[in-house]
């Protein structure tokens, strides 16, 4: 039996990035890969019209704060999933219209993972949040100010054995594998403030 067919469209200026994510895209296993690949907002909106593809990942600098949900109507694609590419923080209520978001320094199984869990499972940053318990945020918290398991598990009062199964447990809910993207997905999902990544970087250089 042959395997599923899935279009995804890959809008970003950079043509290393939409190569980059290109190959990543297509070892999606399960799927078919047919990548769209889309140099110019002017377009989009077009190939979405000619295509018809089942994802768009996007740059959301591209997008900025357009209305999402109006734009898929618009170009007909009224159940295409929306994925952020994110190359930089950015704001959360910006975030929060798309279906789904990776970081381009997640790992290429992190990415495809994410597809295809958006594809069976449709999330948004809010029930992915919802999906940690109190005790893994306190160590997304953690890793985000670049403790290590030890000092973690000291501020916790717990064993560093129990920070690693929780941060393993974390790395499998989220689909995160990098402490870069544990910081986008902290910053976006409230953790932590913009503001302190700063300070926790500069304490980090002393």
Do not use: W
Request: proline content about 3%; some cysteine; charged content about 25%.
């Amino acid at each position: 039996m042959g395997r599923k067919v899935l279009k995804i469209a890959i809008a970003e200026p950079s043509v290393i990035l939409r190569s980059g994510v290109t190959s990543v895209i297509r070892r999606i296993p399960g799927f078919h890969i047919q990548p769209i690949e889309i140099a110019h907002i002017e377009s989009l909106a077009d190939c979405l019209r000619l295509h018809k593809p089942d994802v768009l990942i996007v740059n959301p600098a591209l997008m900025g704060y357009a209305d999402l949900r109006k734009f898929k109507t618009e170009c007909n694609v009224p159940h295409i999933k929306c994925v952020a590419l994110l190359c930089s923080v950015v704001e959360g209520s910006l975030l929060n219209r798309y279906d789904g978001q990776f970081s381009i320094y997640d790992e290429a199984e992190s990415v495809s993972g994410k597809i295809s869990s958006l594809l069976s499972c449709p999330a948004d940053s809010e029930v992915q949040t919802q999906m940690l318990s109190d005790r893994e945020k306190e160590i997304v918290v953690g890793v985000v100010k670049g403790l290590t398991n030890k000092e973690i598990a000291e501020r916790l009062f717990l064993s560093a054995h129990t920070v690693i199964t929780h941060r393993r447990n974390i790395a499998k809910k989220l689909q995160i594998h990098s402490a870069a993207g544990l910081t986008i997905y902290a910053i976006v999902n409230k953790l932590v403030e913009l503001e302190e990544i700063g300070k926790f970087n500069l304490r980090n250089e002393v």
